[in-house]
């Protein structure tokens, strides 16, 4: 039967969107056109507008992570010789990389990915990376670039001392978007179409904006909406903001919780069910992801806010590169520890939250390092307790659902106690 997105949940569309955009990459790749493999936050406008297929290895890392088969690829990065301490997301897709590399080599298909639950999607002929995340991007593309005998675009993104944005900070990052496209035209052989551009320019921000829409209603009380559906929801938002697969996904989203919210439908059902409120910060620990849930379900604490969906908030104004530098260049975590507390607060405040769950995430510094300042800002300037607990996003021996559920508990309690 023909998917019809009209008549289909949101859920549906979430799971048809992300395998199409599989099928087309292997389309592109059979029809003699380019697939890129590209960072979260890197923009994909350019390369959506010159009609190239899109991978995002941290995504495809996650979904691994998500069906427990990342270890097997960590086995194949730790068997080249790529440390344990490098970020897990890079270890995963290096792992990737190599076996799809031997697949390429032998003409044969790996019997470890035969057998993996991991999304199979092809080699790229071009990756394009940005440091608005971290740098370890920065070597993670060009270790892909060297072993694949590709191009590699990198736009630098300076790190926000202060803020708001200097001018001069804005106009380099254009500079560099400039310098990306006529890379682009040099790899297709054909120029650059910039009145698809601002179409696909246009696609983002109804994309950000539906994004921006459903997480609006964590807020509620009680909530409709689970934070932990965010983290299931966020694919497309990584994936396909600069298409319009998203934006009908999040759009439908944000009616359901609408319709399920009129009806005194919330997230664990009966509205007394919801104990406690609580902000979640770091990635979510994609190998334990239902435990990580269940562990607060159990004690009726709904997650109602995080910094991490927030980092997709790409506003900026169609056709204006230097307003399109900004956004990717305000990310939460590209930003001085005094703004990012105070937007961290603010997330802390909408979200109404009870309590603080902070995930000391040994993959991703960037994120894990300032846990404890933030946690305490918050804690000074709102009497909100917190609780830290170690993980990882997808190495799963990082994690211990004991010591999760402990933190919890106690959580739990002193959220209890403040009430």
């Not at 979904?63 to 690829?73: D, I, T």
């Not at 202060?162 to 310098?179: C, L």
């Not at 300042?373 to 307790?385: H, I, S, T």
Request: proline fraction near 4%; include cysteine.
């Amino acid at each position: 039967m023909e998917f019809n997105p009209a008549t289909a949940s949101s859920k549906e569309c979430l799971a048809y969107y992300q395998a199409k955009l599989d099928e087309e990459a292997w389309q592109a790749k059979k029809e003699g056109r380019l697939v890129c493999w590209s960072a979260s936050v890197a923009p994909p406008e350019f390369c959506v507008a010159m009609d190239i297929a899109m991978i995002y290895p941290e995504t495809h890392a996650a979904g691994a992570g998500a069906k427990k088969c990342s270890q097997e690829l960590l086995d194949v990065a730790h068997g080249k010789g790529y440390n344990i301490d490098i970020c897990s997301y890079a270890r995963t897709n290096l792992g990737y990389m190599e076996l799809l590399k031997q697949e390429a080599l032998t003409g044969a298909k790996s019997e470890t990915l035969a057998n993996s639950k991991a999304s199979y999607v092809p080699l790229p002929d071009l990756v394009i990376t940005c440091n608005n995340i971290c740098n370890t991007l920065l070597k993670w593309y060009e270790n892909l670039a060297k072993e694949l005998n590709i191009p590699c675009i990198i736009i630098d993104v300076p790190f926000n001392h202060t803020m708001p944005v200097q001018r001069h900070n804005k106009e380099y990052i254009a500079d560099q978007y400039r310098a990306a496209i006529h890379q682009l035209e040099e790899v297709t052989g054909r120029a650059f179409d910039y009145d698809k551009f601002l179409k696909v320019q246009e696609q983002v921000q109804r994309s950000v904006y539906w994004w921006n829409k459903v997480a609006t209603y964590a807020g509620r009380v009680p909530s409709p909406l689970n934070g932990f559906d965010l983290f299931n929801y966020m694919a497309l938002i990584v994936c396909a903001r600069a298409r319009d697969y998203a934006e009908i996904t999040f759009h439908k989203f944000a009616d359901e919780l609408e319709a399920k919210d009129a009806a005194g439908q919330y997230a664990f059902g009966a509205p007394e069910n919801e104990k406690y409120r609580i902000t979640w910060e770091g990635i979510a620990v994609w190998t334990y992801l239902g435990a990580t849930f269940k562990g607060l379900k159990n004690q009726g604490a709904v997650m109602t806010g995080s910094a991490y969906p927030g980092i997709w908030n790409l506003q900026y104004t169609p056709g204006d590169l230097e307003s399109m530098a900004e956004a990717y260049t305000k990310v939460y975590i590209n930003t001085c520890g005094p703004n990012r507390y105070e937007d961290f607060m603010n997330i802390v405040k909408n979200a109404k939250s009870d309590g603080l769950v902070m995930h000391l995430n040994r993959s991703c510094k960037q994120m894990g390092l300032l846990n404890q300042e933030g946690a305490e800002y918050v804690n000074k300037m709102l009497g909100v307790p917190f609780v830290s607990f170690d993980g990882d996003q997808t190495d799963p021996n990082v994690f211990s659902q004991a010591q999760y559920e402990t933190r919890i508990q106690a959580l739990c309690e002193m959220m209890e106690a403040n009430k």
